[in-house]
Each structure stands twice: as C-alpha cells, then as structure tokens.
C-alpha cells in the first residue's frame, strides 16, 4: 500500500513538472523572435549613461547568439512563474491541512509579487544609480563598456541578491507562525540585523556606497515591516483562539 501511494505520488510530481516545463518552454518559443530586443531592454539603464557613441561589446564567438536566447529564457521563466507556483501548490495542497492551506496561499502569492517589486527596485531604481556613479568615476581617456554576458550575469545576481532580500516580510511572518521565534525576539535582536544588512550589502552589491545603500536600507526597512505584520497576524490569531474558546 505504501508502495502503490509512494508510485503515485511519483507520478504526480512527473505530470506536474512537465506541465511546468511545457509552460516554459512554449512562453519562450513566443519570446524567441524578440530576444534581440528583449536583451536591449535589459541593458537599457546602462545604454542610457554610456557616452555618445559608446557601446557594449561582446568578447565571445557566439555570444551575439546566446546571450539574447538566455535573457529569453529569464523571461519566459517569470512569465510562467504563476503558472509554475500553481502547479507546486496543486501538488503539495492534498497533504496539507485546512489551516496550513490558508496560510501557504497567500504566501506563494505574497512572495511572487515581492520578488517581483525586488527587480522593478533594481531595474528602475538601483541600476540608473549605480551605472551614473560607475560613468562619473571612469577616468579620463577610458572607454567604459562592458561585454554582455558578463553584464546579463551582473544583472542576474542584482535581481536574485534584491528579489530574495524583499522576501524577508514572509520569511519572518512565516518563522512567527510556526513559533520558530517571537516577535519580542525579532525586536530584540533588531541592532544585529541592522549590522548584517550592511554587511550583506557590502557582499552581494558591487563596492561602491550607493549600491550597497540601496540594498541594505530596503533589508532594515522590511525587517521591521515582516516584524510589524507578524505583530499584527499573532494578534488577531489570538483573539480568534480567544473567541473560539468562549464559544
């Protein structure tokens, strides 16, 4: 019986991956006529600052070619990333319990979108700072440019290094629910946390003051959002204990 149930499961995680796999494959074949100009929006906020006449470069044989398909591919990934997140909850929701339901949902999406906020936070934000300075400090006589896949992966790691710090609100709400830690806690050991969003600033970012400013600031300012939130949540989740012992 254990068997038959373990093959079952088996079976239903392989139809749900390769549902997601199909959702990411086909919003990429869509995207692939656009890859050129889809790798040029990327690149925008630096394009915008280069000198007249300035440019980037690409070092490698083929990298006129590949670069494009995998800033295709980044894009169809989050595209489809809803459709992905579905398919995880499908999966995971038959085992789960009524009130383990109502929190996972909002979770899956409460985090999408902050992820989300985290790139737009770079792209709009970060990036046309980061990349002004970088112009203004380049010496003179210097032709600042850059090859494209060494910038799509300076890309990528802003976006990942921004998009998980903006998780931070679900990451602590979800430790207070599970009991993991206490909201008396997290205050309490606010001064540390405010230390280490500098040091992973200092890490993740390039060294210069702005960027990593720019990231350590937004990781205080969450901490203390998920620690006001969590406050909020384990409130109203006592007085509903509260109410439904009196009835």
Aim: proline share 6%; charged share 10%; with cysteine.
């Amino acid at each position: 019986m254990q068997q038959d149930t373990l093959v079952s499961h088996l079976i239903e995680l392989r139809k749900r991956l390769l549902r997601s796999l199909l959702a990411v494959l086909a919003v990429f074949l869509c995207l692939l006529p656009w890859a050129k100009e889809l790798y040029t929006l990327l690149a925008q906020p630096l394009l915008a600052v280069l000198p007249q006449g300035g440019h980037m470069i690409a070092t490698d044989v083929v990298g006129v070619f590949l670069v494009p398909l995998k800033v295709a591919l980044l894009a169809a990934l989050l595209i489809a990333l809803p459709y992905v997140l579905y398919q995880t909850w499908a999966f995971v929701a038959p085992g789960l319990y009524a009130h383990e339901k109502r929190l996972i949902a909002p979770l899956i999406i409460a985090s999408s979108f902050l992820f989300f906020a985290g790139m737009a936070f770079v792209y709009f934000l970060v990036f046309p700072l980061v990349f002004r300075f970088m112009a203004s400090v380049a010496p003179a006589g210097v032709a600042w440019m850059t090859d494209i896949d060494k910038y799509l992966g300076f890309a990528l790691t802003m976006f990942v290094a921004f998009g998980l710090t903006f998780e931070v609100p679900v990451v602590i709400v979800l430790l207070v629910h599970m009991g993991t830690v206490s909201v008396e806690k997290l205050r309490e050991i606010r001064p540390y946390v405010i230390v280490g969003a500098f040091i992973i600033g200092a890490v993740l970012t390039p060294p210069d003051v702005i960027s990593q400013l720019m990231l350590a600031v937004p990781l205080w300012l969450l901490y203390e959002i998920g620690i006001l939130i969590a406050g909020v949540a384990g409130k109203r989740q006592q007085s509903q204990i509260s109410g439904a012992k009196i009835d």
